[in-house]
């Protein structure tokens, strides 16, 4: 999730298309978001490790 974000965000960038910066930055957020909650030992959804 956090390389398809980064993925949008360069596009949108590059391109001038705010929607896929918009929706890049969101994933990138969740992403991170996910990945320190899996990290420190949480279950994200059902798993005990988030990748």
Same mark, same amino acid.
């Given at each position: 999730? #956090?390389? @398809? /974000?980064?993925?949008?965000l %360069?596009? +949108?960038f590059?391109? /001038?298309?705010?929607? %896929? &910066?918009?929706?890049? @930055?969101?994933l990138l957020v @969740?992403?991170?978001?996910? &990945? #320190? %909650? +899996?990290s @420190?030992?949480?279950?994200v +959804?059902? *798993? *005990?490790?988030? &990748?």
């Amino acid at each position: 999730m #956090i390389a @398809v /974000g980064l993925i949008l965000l %360069l596009i +949108g960038f590059l391109t /001038g298309v705010s929607f %896929l &910066w918009t929706l890049g @930055v969101i994933l990138l957020v @969740v992403g991170a978001a996910l &990945w #320190i %909650l +899996g990290s @420190v030992g949480h279950a994200v +959804g059902g *798993r *005990r490790h988030y &990748w």
